[in-house]
């Protein structure tokens, strides 16, 4: 991996070689649906959900804010990887329950959005407890996770759960993550940071997020002093994709788990490749719920905002063009199109960052064209 982590446990148990651990772990798979903000989770996290034996969507933040502390040495690799084995096991005895699930109407982790929504109800009234073990050990009922900011732990999550994971990376061209990154920022990181569920790291009276930890203090992003938005959000995407470009993903041991770096422009236009892959690890087959959730999507598409409409996407900044629409309009023209809109948001003076998002977005384009196999 690029970041390494070099803390040394001096306390006096250390000595005596003590470690906590997972006594034993159950045997099904684990999805993580992982990338950063804007690049296309909840566009495949539902297609995955859909998967025959495929559990409802989960958000864990918890593991999320342990990767923060890990990155931060806050926390041994030992621990960590100990934690995923916990809650990946404890989430899914939970579920088989009915427990922590979410009935939300409207939310996309919903069971109501789910075509078998009715399962979760009966799991209300049926057998728990002792019951569920064995229930899992027979069923093998299969984890949905989708998660944010796991990109600098994926080998650890990889080792931590060995032949059960498959780990997604989802990838976005940055010109089309800009808008709704901007309006993150704006709503949540500054207008609303008591809803900010991730960690930030704190220098004097500057706070950043968790990855600068490392970085020099001139580099930081300081949530209380944006006098740019533009800027902040551009050097924010270069830092993400500066962070992709150095990583090699084919040196990632997957301990027999499965590595899949999924480019969005590519999945959504031709999707059959990825689906296979992500079938065949799961030991299921297509069928009609998983074919129902891709025209759901609008997956395969004829351009790339041709998506599904929610309230949400809108709320983001996301430009949605319906089918009839996208019928008289070539790929690249929509594309064209949407370069266009997100430059006359960049005032005149700030032309500079634009064009910087610009060669971010051309290095993109390279850097996929450049991967002979997405999956590892």
Known sequence: MVFKF???????????????????TFNNKVVFINGFNASGKTMLSPIISSINNTESIIFPYEIEWMGGLLYSNDISKHAFQQFIKQYCDHTIYNQMMSRNTNFRIGDISSVFNRKNFIKYFSRLFGKGDNFIPKKIEEKKPILCLTTTHLTFFIEEILESLAGRCLFIETVRDPIYMFEQIKILFKEVYINNPKKFFTYVVKSNDEKSLFFDFYSKKSELINFDNIENINKTCVDYLERIYN????????????????????????????????????LNFLDQKHSKNLKHELINQNVPRKILNQGYKRKVYERYGNKIIKNKEAKNISYEDADLNYREFIKKTFEEEDMKSFEKLLYISEKYQTWIKNFQNFSF
Not at 13 to 23: D, G, Q
Not at 251 to 259: A, D, E, G, P, V
């Open 6 to 24: 070099s803390k040394s446990d001096d306390s006096s148990n250390s000595k005596l070689n003590r470690k906590i651990e997972k006594l034993e």
């Open 243 to 278: 962070f992709y470009f150095n990583l090699d993903f084919k040196k990632i041991n997957t301990y027999n788990s499965r590595l899949i770096l999924l480019p969005f422009e590519k999945f959504v236009i031709n999707p059959d490749n990825w689906i296979k892959d992500i």
